[in-house]
C-alpha cells in the first residue's frame, strides 16, 4: 500500500534516495502518445538538485531510461516503466544518524511502523522519490496536451514574504524566468535573498506554491468521497514536506458572506462562465470549466545544519549532527512536483469521466 496513486491512469513508484535508482510504472496510459523524451527530461531538469544556489548541492543529471511501454517513440498501452539512476549518493553523511531519530523527519515512524530502515539519505522517505512523479506527470501532460489542458505552478511565498496579487494579476509566462519561480521579479529578488541567509545561518524556512489548472472541460470528479478537490489535496499533501492544502477562496473565503462569495453565472456567447470563481472551478467535487487554482504550504526542510538534541532507538537522549547537502527551502523545486501531481489527477480523472455516461 502507499506506492501507488490513481485510478485508470495509475502510477505506482519505487526506490530510495540512496538505492541504484528510482522510477515509476505508468498503467492506463491510452495508446498512440507520443512521448517526447526531450519534454519529460526538461521537466526532470526543473525539479533535479544542485540547480542553483538555493537546492541543494547534491549532484544529479537525472536521466531518465524508458524501459518497457514505447515502441517507435509512441505509447503502446501497456505498462510505461521509466527509470532514473542514483549517481551522486553520499551515504556516509548519514552513518551518524543509523540508530538516532532527526527531529521532525520520517525516521521514528519508519522505524516503529517496519522495524527496519534505509536510514541512508531518509531512504525511501526521501523528497528524491519525486523524480519518479515528475516523470509520470510529463507523461500526463503530454496526453493532457491533446485535451488543451495546461498547469502552471511558481512560488507565492517564502517565510514571511508573500505575493499581494493573484494569478490572474500575475504574467505567468515569467515564471521559469528566475531560480526561485516566482513570476514578480521584485518579490523573487527578496524571497532569494531571505533564503540565501536562511542558508547561510544554517537554518532553512518553509514556503507557499501556488497550483493553476487551465483548460478543464466541466464534469470531471466523482460525486461524494472522491471529489476533484478531496483528489488534488490527496495528490498534493502526499508530497514530502506538505503541511497544508487549500483551493479557490480556501481559509480567506470564510471571511466573505454568502452574497459576496457566490460566482454567479453567465453566458459569454455559448460559454458557460462564472463572473467571480472564488469555487476554484470545481462545485460539488465536479469541476465547472473554470480555472482550477489552489495553494500548497510546505514546511521548513526538517535538515538544519546544527546540532539538535533527540533519542535514539534505545531511548537514550543523543545530539543530532546537522550535516550533508540539503534545500534551505524546497518550494523553487516543488513547482514542477505540484504540477506533476495535478496532471496526474487530471488525466485520471479524464479518463474516469469517460466511463460516467453512454
Ligand atoms: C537528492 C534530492 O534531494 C534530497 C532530499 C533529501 C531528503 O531527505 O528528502 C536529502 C538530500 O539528499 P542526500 O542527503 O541524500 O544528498 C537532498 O539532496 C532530490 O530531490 O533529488
Do not use: W
Not at 506533476?340 to 455516461?357: G, H, K, P
Amino acid at each position: 500500500m502507499g506506492n501507488s496513486f490513481g485510478n485508470l491512469f495509475r502510477i505506482h513508484t519505487y526506490g530510495e534516495s540512496h538505492g541504484k535508482a528510482l522510477g515509476v510504472i505508468i498503467d492506463g496510459c491510452p495508446a498512440g502518445l507520443l512521448i517526447d523524451e526531450a519534454f519529460i527530461q526538461s521537466e526532470l531538469d526543473r525539479r533535479k538538485p544542485g540547480q542553483s544556489k538555493i537546492t541543494t548541492q547534491r549532484k544529479e543529471a537525472d536521466e531518465f531510461e524508458i524501459v518497457s511501454g514505447v515502441f517507435e517513440g509512441k505509447s503502446t498501452g501497456t505498462p510505461i516503466s521509466i527509470m532514473i539512476r542514483n549517481q551522486d549518493q553520499k551515504s556516509k553523511d548519514y552513518s551518524h544518524i543509523a540508530d538516532k531519530f532527526r527531529p521532525s523527519h520520517a525516521d521514528y515512524t519508519f522505524q516503529t511502523k517496519y522495524g527496519i530502515r534505509d536510514y541512508r539519505g531518509g531512504g525511501r522517505s526521501s523528497a528524491r522519490e519525486t523524480v519518479a512523479r515528475v516523470a509520470a506527470g510529463a507523461v500526463a501532460k503530454l496526453f493532457l496536451k491533446h485535451h488543451s489542458i495546461s498547469f502552471y505552478a511558481y512560488v507565492s511565498q517564502v517565510g514571511h514574504l508573500k505575493l499581494d496579487k493573484d494569478y490572474t494579476q500575475l504574467d505567468l509566462t515569467k515564471i521559469e524566468d528566475n531560480i526561485l519561480r516566482c513570476p514578480d521579479p521584485e518579490m523573487a529578488d527578496k524571497m532569494i535573498e531571505l533564503i540565501d541567509q536562511t542558508r547561510k545561518n544554517r537554518d532553512t524556512i518553509g514556503g507557499i506554491v501556488t497550483g493553476v489548472i487551465q483548460g478543464v472541460p466541466a464534469g470531471l470528479g466523482e460525486p461524494v468521497f472522491d471529489k476533484l478537490h478531496a483528489e488534488i489535496g490527496k495528490a498534493m499533501l502526499s508530497i514530502n514536506a506538505v503541511k497544508g492544502f487549500e483551493y479557490g477562496s480556501g481559509f480567506e473565503g470564510v471571511k466573505l458572506n454568502g452574497s459576496e462569495h457566490n460566482d454567479e453565472f453567465y453566458m459569454d456567447n455559448n460559454l458557460v462562465k462564472t463572473r467571480t470563481n472564488y469555487s476554484g472551478g470545481i462545485q460539488g467535487g465536479i469541476s465547472n470549466g473554470q480555472d482550477i487554482y489552489f495553494n500548497v504550504a510546505f514546511k521548513p526542510v526538517a535538515t538544519i545544519m546544527t546540532d539538535q538534541e533527540s533519542i535514539n532507538e534505545a531511548g537514550d537522549r543523543v545530539t543530532v549532527e546537522g550535516k550533508g547537502r540539503h534545500d534551505p527551502c524546497v518550494v523553487s523545486r516543488a513547482v514542477p512536483i505540484v504540477e506533476a501531481m495535478a496532471a496526474l489527477v487530471i488525466a485520471d480523472y479524464l479518463l474516469i469521466s469517460e466511463t460516467n455516461r453512454i
